[in-house]
């Protein structure tokens, strides 16, 4: 038997419950504790075999999962439950970590993303789960429900070299500039050096309808990939900027 999200009061483990994969059976196990407000420690968790107690003391519950000739599924072959002495429901469960957190908001979050802040989410993790996290395991949440929904730094970073081919050949006369390093270690990948990107309706506005000037402005990237962002942009008829052209370099050194 496989539980998803299911309301506090609803879960229940007995022996012969039978999970799909290893992982479901520790998701669950997971939510039981959150549920009944106690946390687990693990004797055993090895490719056939899963045993966990809890670690209140003076508590003897006891779970032994295995798999099964199959290869695939696990079953609780016993679990040892007598006068389970929980401590009660505290606001901070260890069982109640970033990853737990962003399984369960992430359908939320989609649906309601002022979630996003800190404290809304906490609130609505206090409310359906009478728990709250760390400051840091909350905006661990967040960075992981993001990284979902949007994909990762890293992805967008590989798709940059065939970002700048596409402009080419949809937006005809567009600049767009891309160097790339290969990197040897530890595996052979390309590194971004620089980027320039002007697009062909900038240029024409430029020459078009901008006054003779043209600013640039300089933002030090501080994430994963550091590096510096460039912006160019000129006055129009109205006194309003224009952006001309966007470009990424190395980061310089930079004094004063």
Not at 44 to 57: E, G, L, M, P
Not at 89 to 106: C, E, H, L, R
Not at 183 to 203: D, H, I, R, T
Request: hydrophobic share 45%.
């Amino acid at each position: 038997m496989l539980f998803a999200d299911v309301p506090f009061g609803k879960i229940t483990l007995k022996a012969r419950d039978i999970f799909m994969e290893k992982e479901d059976l520790k998701d669950v196990v997971r939510d039981l504790c959150i549920q009944q407000g106690f946390y687990i420690l693990v004797v055993r968790s090895d490719a056939k075999r899963y045993t966990v107690f809890c670690a209140t003391a003076g508590c003897r519950w006891i779970l032994h999962a295995c798999l099964l000739a199959d290869g695939i599924t696990w079953a609780i072959k016993s679990i040892i439950v007598p006068n389970h002495r929980s401590n009660g429901f505290k606001p901070y469960n260890k069982m109640a970590n970033a990853d737990w957190a962003a399984k369960k908001m992430i359908g939320d979050i989609r649906r309601k993303p002022d979630l996003l802040r800190g404290k809304h989410l906490n609130d609505k993790i206090n409310e359906r789960f009478r728990v709250k996290l760390k400051k840091f395991a909350l905006y661990k949440t967040i960075e992981l429900v993001l990284s979902k929904i949007n994909g990762t730094h890293d992805e967008s970073y590989a798709q940059i070299a065939k970002y700048a081919e596409v402009i080419k050949v949809t937006n005809p006369e567009s600049c767009a500039i891309c160097l790339t390093t290969v990197v040897a270690a530890p595996e052979q990948s390309l590194q971004l050096k620089s980027l320039f990107l002007s697009f062909k309706a900038q240029f024409c506005g430029l020459m078009d309808g901008c006054r003779h000037f043209i600013g640039v402005s300089l933002t030090v990237l501080k994430g994963k990939y550091g590096g510096v962002l460039l912006s160019a942009a000129a006055l129009d008829g109205n006194n309003e900027l224009f952006p001309i052209a966007v470009a990424f370099v190395e980061s310089p050194d930079i004094e004063g």
